[in-house]
C-alpha cells in the first residue's frame, strides 16, 4: 500500500517558478516507479514526467522538456517536480502517482497503481 499527499501548487504568473512535492508513504514507495500527470478543465489527464525508482532515468512530455525537472528523494519518500518557466497552458490539476512492479508503460495513466488527491497549479497571463 502507498499513499501519495501532494503541495506545492499555486497560483503564479506566466514566466514564474513553482516547486510541487509528493510525499508517500508504505514500504513500497522506494521501490515504485512515480510520475506526474496533470488534469486541465475539460480534458484528459495528460502525462508529464515521470522517474525510475533509482532515480537514474527520467521521462518528460515534449510540452514540458527543459522546463521541468523531476527528482526524488527515497531517504525521505517525497520526489519533487520543480516548473520554470510557466506557461498559462500548465494550468491544471496535478497528480502525483506511483506505480510497482516494472519500469514499463511509464507514460500510461492506466498503469499506476496509487494516486494522490491532486494540487491545483494555475497559470495567468
Known amino acids: 500500500q502507498v499513499q501519495l499527499v501532494e503541495s506545492g501548487g499555486g497560483l503564479v504568473q506566466a514566466g514564474g517558478s513553482l516547486r510541487l512535492s509528493c510525499a508517500g508513504s508504505g514500504r513500497a514507495f522506494s521501490g515504485s516507479a512515480m510520475g506526474w500527470f496533470r488534469q486541465a478543465p475539460g480534458k484528459e489527464r495528460a502525462f508529464v514526467a515521470a522517474i525510475t525508482w533509482t532515480g537514474g532515468t527520467t521521462y518528460y512530455a515534449d510540452s514540458v522538456k527543459g522546463r521541468f525537472t523531476l527528482s526524488r528523494d527515497n531517504a525521505n519518500n517525497t520526489v519533487y517536480l520543480q516548473m520554470n518557466s510557466l506557461k498559462p497552458e500548465d494550468t491544471g490539476v496535478y497528480y502525483c502517482?506511483?506505480?510497482?512492479?516494472?519500469?514499463?508503460?511509464?507514460?500510461?495513466?492506466?498503469?499506476?497503481?496509487?494516486w494522490g488527491q491532486g494540487t491545483q497549479v494555475t497559470v495567468s497571463s
Open positions: 502517482a506511483a506505480k510497482l512492479g516494472n519500469t514499463w508503460y511509464l507514460r500510461d495513466k492506466t498503469k499506476y497503481d496509487y
